[in-house]
């Protein structure tokens, strides 16, 4: 029972214009999400969180939107540069009850063209 | 660079052998989580340490061990090693910030089981 989806497994961006990432998920008790960026043969490296509380924390170029009552979230990156081709994932913990481990989502890689 | 190291960073081995991961968190992370990615199931949480104690654990199998030490370096011993084992490991420490933890990664261990 996978409880954090990214059902697009790939999407392709032309260089300044909008990307926008997907991430369902399923348990209510999830109460603050992440995203991450992961280059080939390195680590996740973080990018932007938001807590439950909010609708939407914006870092630059990255803004994270949360739809609690949808159980979605959505990164959008404007504009976009080929620097940000890399496999996004999304993650949810619940703080709450069950400590700080992350479920992650399946990943969504970006291709951003020149 | 994340401040998260891991060594080694490529391990060869043969089937029924036993193996050492090594993970340094950040200075001053108390926390440290261990992960595994496989090609079919993502990224899979198996275990967290805080301040030398076990505190949440995942699908980590009974083969799989690890541990804290008092400097808060952790480690992962994997034996009786399977095919099916191979495998990218990485581990997090977290931070805690307004009651929100994030983690951030090293760059991991590529396991390849023979």
């Known amino acids: 029972d996978q409880q954090v989806k990214q059902n697009s497994p790939s999407l392709s961006v032309q260089e300044g214009r909008i990307s926008i990432l997907n991430c369902d998920y399923t348990?209510?008790?999830?109460?603050?999400f992440l995203w991450y960026k992961k280059y080939p043969a390195e680590g996740p490296t973080f990018l932007i969180s938001i807590s439950s509380i909010k609708d939407k924390n914006e870092d630059g170029r990255f803004t994270v939107f949360l739809n609690k009552s949808a159980k979605h979230l959505s990164l959008h990156i404007v504009p976009s540069q080929p620097g940000d081709s890399a496999v996004y994932f999304c993650?949810?913990?619940?703080?709450?009850?069950?400590?700080?481990?992350?479920?992650f989502g399946q990943g969504t890689e970006l291709s951003v063209k020149p | 660079d994340s401040g998260v190291t891991q060594t080694p960073k490529h391990l060869i081995t043969a089937t029924g052998q036993r193996v050492t991961l090594r993970c340094s968190p950040r200075?001053?992370?108390?926390?440290v989580y261990w992960y595994q990615q496989s090609l079919d199931q993502g990224l899979q949480f198996l275990i967290q340490?805080?301040?030398?104690?076990?505190?949440a654990k995942g699908n980590i199998l009974e083969r799989f061990s690890a541990q804290q030490f008092p400097d808060l370096h952790s480690e992962l011993n994997l034996s009786s090693l399977e095919l099916g084992d191979s495998a990218l490991y990485f581990c997090?420490?977290?931070?805690?910030?307004?009651?929100?933890?994030?983690?951030?990664f090293g760059p991991g261990t590529r396991l390849l089981v023979l």
């Open positions: 348990n209510s008790m999830f109460d603050y």
């Open positions: 993650a949810a913990s619940a703080l709450g009850n069950q400590g700080g481990k992350l479920i």
């Open positions: 200075s001053g992370d108390l926390s």
């Open positions: 997090a420490s977290s931070v805690m910030a307004g009651g929100l933890e994030t983690q951030y």
């Open positions: 340490y805080y301040n030398g104690e076990e505190r």
